[in-house]
C-alpha cells in the first residue's frame, strides 16, 4: 500500500501539471472527436484519485469533491483571462463527470469490503 505522504506529493505534483497545462497555448489536432473532454474527465479523475487518498482521514470525500470542482472552476475563469484559451462549460462538466466516477468507484469499493 502506498503511504499517505505519497498521494500527497503526487496529488500535488498533479495539481502543478494540471495548472501549467491549462495555462499552455493549445494545439495540434486531436486524434478523436471529443479528445479534450476525455483528457478532462481522465486528468480529474486522477486528480481526485490521489487527493482522496492523500486527505480523506482528515476531510469528507463529498468536501474534497466539492474543492476540486472549484479549482477546476477557476482554472476555466484562468484560461478566460488569456488571449490563446477559453473557458467551456462542457471542461467543467467532463472535470465533474471524471471527480464523480472515481467518488461512486470509491463509494462502492468501502462498501464491497
Known amino acids: ?9 503526487l496529488f500535488w505534483l498533479c495539481i502543478a501539471a494540471t495548472i501549467t497545462a ?8 486531436p486524434l ?3 479528445q479534450d473532454k476525455v483528457f478532462h474527465a481522465a486528468i480529474y479523475a486522477l486528480l481526485f484519485f490521489f487527493c482522496a487518498h492523500a486527505y480523506s482521514n482528515r476531510f ?7 474543492v476540486l470542482a472549484c479549482f477546476g472552476l477557476s482554472m476555466e ?3 478566460s483571462l488569456t488571449s ?5 462549460g462542457w471542461d467543467l ?3 465533474s463527470s471524471g471527480i464523480l466516477l472515481v467518488w461512486l468507484l470509491m463509494l462502492w469499493h468501502r462498501r464491497a469490503t
Open 77 to 79: 475563469f484562468a484560461q
Open 32 to 34: 478523436f472527436q471529443m
Open 60 to 66: 469528507p470525500l463529498w468536501l474534497l469533491a466539492l
Open 84 to 88: 490563446y484559451r477559453q473557458a467551456e
Open 22 to 29: 491549462s495555462l499552455m497555448p493549445g494545439g495540434g489536432k
Open 93 to 95: 462538466l467532463a472535470n
Open 1 to 9: 500500500m502506498i503511504a499517505r505522504h505519497k498521494y500527497q506529493i
